[in-house]
């Protein structure tokens, strides 16, 4: 059974670079499944960040991709977000998730990062 | 043009059954779904898959109580038998070149 769990800071100071990991465990990611970062700003919809394929391949939101990198670590099984330049705005609940293109089907519990000085 | 566009709220009666509706636009008309399923405080749960000609793939563990259709550029998730556990909120999601995902705003289902 796959499980994904996010860590990372919970404050990051405005114009600092936001951090987190998802640790995938029940399921190698390195597999025909895409992976990827959703956020959730508080009492609000949900949004992608990004997607990786096949470890390889990154698929980003055109309204952060100036801002977003997101990876891989095959021989870690783990999954990474970077986001620069932060503001109170990126203020979110962060998702893991697995998914195919169509959709993501697995989802991390998530994790709240603040930004705030 | 909003790709996807859901009521911002429901509500049915314990027992009942409730239709929740998802419609997209017509550039997409065609597109499967997924719907998605959030309780208070939770991360979020897939729950099915939903493709134009209404069949789907459910989620490891989604009740039979739930169940979706397709009529044109409507996509519905049918959920009977309502419990109070089936209180939250619902979004249905598609997938945009340009953006892998991309979400509705979300129903808040209230079960009375």
């Known amino acids: 059974q796959v499980q994904l769990q996010e860590s990372g800071p919970g404050l990051v100071k405005p114009s600092e670079t936001l951090s987190l990991t998802c640790a995938v465990s029940?399921?190698?990611?390195?597999?025909?499944?895409?992976w990827g970062w959703i956020r959730q700003p508080p009492g609000k919809g949900l949004e992608w960040i990004g997607s990786?394929?096949?470890?390889?391949?990154?698929y980003y939101n055109p309204s952060l991709e100036s801002r977003v990198t997101i990876s891989a670590d095959t021989s870690k099984n783990q999954i990474y977000l970077k986001l620069t330049s932060v503001t109170a705005t990126d203020t979110a609940i962060y998702y893991c998730?697995?998914?195919?293109?169509?959709?993501?089907?697995?989802w991390g519990q998530g994790t709240l990062v603040t930004v705030s000085s | 043009q909003r790709v996807l566009t859901q009521a911002p709220s429901a509500s049915a009666s314990l027992g009942a059954s409730v239709n929740l509706t998802c419609t997209l636009n017509?550039?997409?008309?065609?597109?499967?779904v997924a719907w998605h399923q959030q309780h208070p405080e939770k991360g979020p749960r897939f729950l099915m898959k939903?493709?134009?000609?209404?069949?789907?793939r459910k989620g490891d563990g989604i009740p039979d109580r739930f169940s979706g259709s397709s009529s044109g550029a409507e996509r519905y998730l049918t959920i009977s038998s309502l419990q109070s556990d089936d209180e939250a909120d619902y979004y249905c999601?598609?997938?945009?070149?340009?953006?892998?995902?991309?979400f509705g705003g979300g129903t808040k289902l209230t079960v009375l």
């Open positions: 998730v697995r998914g195919e293109v169509v959709t993501p089907d697995c």
């Open positions: 029940g399921f190698s990611i390195n597999t025909v499944y895409y």
């Open positions: 990786i394929y096949h470890s390889r391949s990154t």
């Open positions: 017509s550039g997409h008309s065609d597109y499967a």
């Open positions: 939903l493709n134009s000609d209404g069949s789907h």
């Open positions: 999601q598609t997938w945009h070149t340009g953006i892998l995902w991309v």
